[in-house]
């Protein structure tokens, strides 16, 4: 048995919290809200983030942060990307106090405004050398809410140290969950954040009553473009073709358990961007992605028409038809360009 600390409770933070549970760790989970905490751990249920499911008893929920990282030998944060500075910054200074190394984990998706950070860079920048082991990219196919109901899923584990990858892999591996190894921390960051994009744009088209084929249209181009961009940061290409790629670039454009296809689904019906956020209740990190990777397209002259119609959609108030419209009346060019 090992102890894990996992920051974040929100849907996924909270079910992979129970599902180290279930394989036996010692496993305590942080909260920032008290009520959330103490509903926790009296009903232990999560409602805000997954209704009517039932946590193991055996989890530990606190809103010390310090109760939940002291003497952990792994520490899995699950916060979205604008808040996960702050979070690793409060880290960085608590393993410091408490004199310690953990492997460092993290299961986020996105890329952070103005810096374009990957999170992976944000927590190294936070965390002193000295205060952790590693930091593992825990990626891929993988919706809460299917986990919770031990659907198989299969995820990979990257980092430069695959040793490290592969105490990950053996820590949530189990008869419903596979996690693979892989040493491409820069591709599986940029195929998680990525991937979101294109979410937003397949929920837009199933909103707008676009059918199967505009939708495989639009996810094999959008695989093109998140390959394009992580390749120009020294990813590689093969990343892209695995379960941190097209993997859960698929899931997150054909299911309505991706809140990013369902903001981008509501955008097509017609509903205007702060209305849809304010309603979702969680964050959309796709929204906030497309800026960040329109931005350092431009810097890198990488071509991403995709992205590009999605900024405009939201950040210059596009109608969504038109910039359909411009995105097939392109000059046409070679598949393989």
């Known amino acids: 048995m090992s102890k894990v600390a996992v920051l974040g409770a929100g849907s996924w933070g909270s079910i992979l919290a129970n599902l180290l549970t279930g394989n036996g760790e010692d496993t305590w989970l942080w909260a920032r809200d008290p009520e959330q905490v103490e509903t926790f751990n009296r009903w232990h249920v999560n409602p805000k983030y997954m209704e009517d499911f039932k946590y193991s008893t055996d989890l530990h929920v606190t809103n010390n942060m310090e109760e939940a990282v002291k003497d952990a030998e792994f520490v899995l944060i699950v916060i979205p990307t604008k808040g996960i500075r702050q979070v690793a910054t409060k880290l960085g200074k608590l393993l410091k106090k408490l004199n310690m190394k953990p492997l460092i984990i993290h299961a986020t998706k996105g890329l952070e405004q103005n810096t374009y950070n990957r999170p992976s860079e944000i927590i190294a920048e936070c965390v002193a050398p000295e205060n952790r082991q590693d930091i593992v990219v825990l ?24 040793k490290a990858a592969e105490r990950v892999q053996k820590l949530f591996s189990n008869n419903y969950f596979r996690v693979y190894t892989n040493d491409d921390v820069i591709g599986a960051e940029y195929g998680a954040a990525l991937k979101n994009i294109i979410a937003l744009g397949a929920g837009c088209l199933t909103g707008l009553g676009y059918k199967d084929n505009a939708r495989a249209a639009l996810i094999t181009r959008g695989l093109a473009e998140i390959r394009r961009l992580g390749v120009a940061f020294g990813a590689n290409p093969f990343t892209f073709i695995g379960l941190s790629g097209v993997g859960d670039l698929v899931v997150t454009c054909t299911s309505k358990n991706s809140r990013n296809w369902r903001a981008g689904y509501q955008l097509g019906q017609g509903r205007r961007l702060d209305d849809v956020i304010s309603h979702m209740g969680m964050v959309i990190e796709g929204v906030y992605t497309v800026k960040a990777a329109h931005e350092l397209a431009a810097k890198r002259h990488v071509k991403m028409p995709i992205t590009d119609a999605l900024y405009r959609v939201l950040y210059e108030d596009e109608d969504v038809e038109q910039a359909i419209t411009e995105l097939m009346n392109r000059s046409v060019t070679t598949e393989l360009e």
Do not use: F, K, R, Y
């Not at 990626?139 to 695959?162: F, K, N, Y």
């Open 139 to 162: 990626s891929g196919p993988s919706h809460a809410e299917d986990v919770a109901i031990q659907d198989m899923t299969a995820v990979t584990a990257a980092c430069t140290d695959l």
